[in-house]
């Protein structure tokens, strides 16, 4: 079992949210699973160009370490989504990486993974950022088993909430949870993109039609 974490701070071992995201491993790998942090803010990851050449294709036309993470996305079953709130949305890098994932939202690529998200502020805003990157795990075709959010400085309750959901993102990853009302968002979302050509004959070639 693997998952894999993005962090989009770019406060490196400062990082609080760095902090929470790795409470969350520590207490995923003692139920086994096998992880790995990515600090995006060390990454060459250029901007999407919406030159729509992902539309019918797997790989980015952009040949960086942006391309190499979303592989190691891929080969993950779960996937830690680690921001902090800038102006109440995800950091710039995150942004960037996820902006790279149009493939991902027209094929529904990360079908059968699950996602978290951590966040961390100052002054709030983390609600609505944890909305926004559940709406995106459901839009790439994840299911989405929870987050935690916090106010720095992080108290003991903040690292514990975090250690707990990495524990139930394994247990969710291992039964193979399904959520019902998340499945039927992700079934619509296929629905919606199933009549164009590309994206049907990837489904079909998987056999999820």
Not at 92 to 113: E, N, Y
């Amino acid at each position: 079992m693997r998952i894999i974490a993005l962090c989009g701070s770019p406060r490196g071992q400062k990082s609080q949210t760095r902090a929470l995201t790795e409470n969350l491993l520590e207490a995923a790998r003692a139920k086994g699973a096998s992880t790995e942090f990515v600090d995006l803010h060390k990454v060459r990851i250029g901007f999407c160009q919406a030159c729509e050449a992902c539309h019918q294709g797997p790989d980015c036309v952009l040949n960086d370490d942006g391309r190499r993470v979303l592989e190691k996305v891929l080969a993950a079953e779960g996937l830690v989504l680690a921001t902090p709130v800038y102006l109440n949305q995800v950091t710039a890098q995150m942004k960037a990486i996820l902006d790279r994932t149009s493939h991902f939202v027209h094929c529904l690529r990360l079908m059968g993974k699950y996602a978290v998200a951590v966040t961390t502020s100052g002054g709030g805003g983390g609600g609505n950022v944890q909305a926004y990157l559940r709406n995106y795990s459901h839009t790439v075709g994840a299911q989405f088993v929870g987050g935690v959010d916090a106010q720095v400085p992080l108290k003991d309750s903040d690292s514990a909430a975090a250690a707990k959901l990495g524990e139930t993102l394994v247990a969710a990853i291992r039964d193979a949870t399904v959520y019902p009302d998340q499945m039927t968002i992700i079934e619509e979302k296929k629905r919606v993109f199933g009549h164009v050509p590309y994206e049907h004959n990837y489904w079909h070639e998987r056999g999820w039609l």
